[in-house]
């Protein structure tokens, strides 16, 4: 077979690798590009274009009132801030804890360590809907410690309160993993260099393992910051208080009050793009670690 004739078979699947590529795009960005289209048109030309390709594009009688009624009635700035709140302290802590969390098991040597390894794989299998209940039953026997605008407040329960939103998903078995995956392929040169010239672990872990860490902690961030920012079950659990409830049950909250799929629309594209914008500022060092850190699902 001549060389030209692979050439051409080579460009042939490169074309049809594309052209399904392209296709399973369109697919999982035409729902998102509806969304973001409808916050602009009213209820009746919604339904009106569903049948057309008028649906996608920003045609017709478009208007800012739908998302001008989000942020007078939909209380959307308070629950913003909330979710914002909430999200960055947990990827902040999730970071922290669980890199120190692997590195030890990666790195150090300590008796027991594998039996531990062991028992963070087999809570990866546990659903959190099957621990939720539980865990609401063990949060309520707590006193309450929260932090807002008006500096430490103190209650007799962690109910209604940032805390009892942050502290059960500081640490995970999932995130645990990936770390772990990470750190076990750096060179073990590395630590035994830095401990000739007198490091401490946490010095080794802090100075030489995190800064090389960076696409993994890209991963660990988009991930966490996902989990956390589209959180629905467990604020409905515990959050009862408007004055720290997130974005995804004050949703639900500004659907039973605003039966208009514009302004619906308009609420959900707010809580989107931030997700989007996430993601496109990460997404080479998610890609880099995906790629680089051995995990394969």
């Known amino acids: 077979m001549s060389d030209l004739t692979l050439k051409h078979r080579r460009r042939i ?3 049809v690798s594309y052209a399904l590529l392209t296709l399973f795009t369109l697919v999982f960005l ?45 209380n959307f700035e308070r629950y913003f801030v909330n979710s914002v709140v909430v999200t960055s302290i947990t990827v902040v802590l999730s970071v922290v804890v669980n890199s120190m969390a692997a590195y030890a098991l990666a790195r150090l040597h300590w008796r027991g360590r594998k039996g531990v390894f062991a028992l963070v794989i087999a809570i990866l299998i546990i659903p959190f809907e099957a621990i939720a209940i539980p865990l609401v039953m063990l949060v309520s026997q707590f006193p309450g410690v929260d932090f807002g605008l008006h500096g ?40 035994e260099a830095a401990r000739l010239d007198g490091a401490t672990p946490f010095q080794i872990y802090w100075r030489i393992v995190m800064p090389l860490s960076r696409p993994v902690i890209a991963t660990v961030a988009i991930l966490q910051f996902l989990t956390m920012w589209n959180q629905y079950l467990w604020p409905i659990m515990v959050v009862q208080s408007g004055d720290v409830r997130p974005l995804m049950p004050g949703i639900q909250e500004f659907f039973n009050r605003s039966p208009a799929w514009g302004q619906i629309m308009a609420y959900a594209s707010l809580v989107t793009l931030p997700v989007l914008a996430i993601f496109v500022t990460f997404q080479r060092w998610f890609v880099q670690s995906v790629a680089s850190s051995g995990v394969k699902g």
Not at 163 to 180: C, E, G, K, R, W
């Open 13 to 15: 699947g490169q074309a």
């Open 30 to 74: 035409l729902p998102t590009l509806f969304m973001l289209v409808s916050g602009f048109k009213h209820t009746t030309a919604i339904f009106a274009d569903l049948r057309s390709w008028r649906a996608l594009l920003p045609v017709g009688d478009l208007t800012f009132e739908n998302y001008r009624y989000v942020f007078e009635r939909g």
């Open 152 to 191: 430490l407040s103190f209650s007799d329960s962690m109910f209604n309160t940032y805390t009892v939103q942050i502290l059960p998903f500081a640490a995970n078995a999932f995130t645990i993993f990936l770390f772990f995956q990470f750190f076990r392929d750096l060179p073990i040169e590395l630590d």
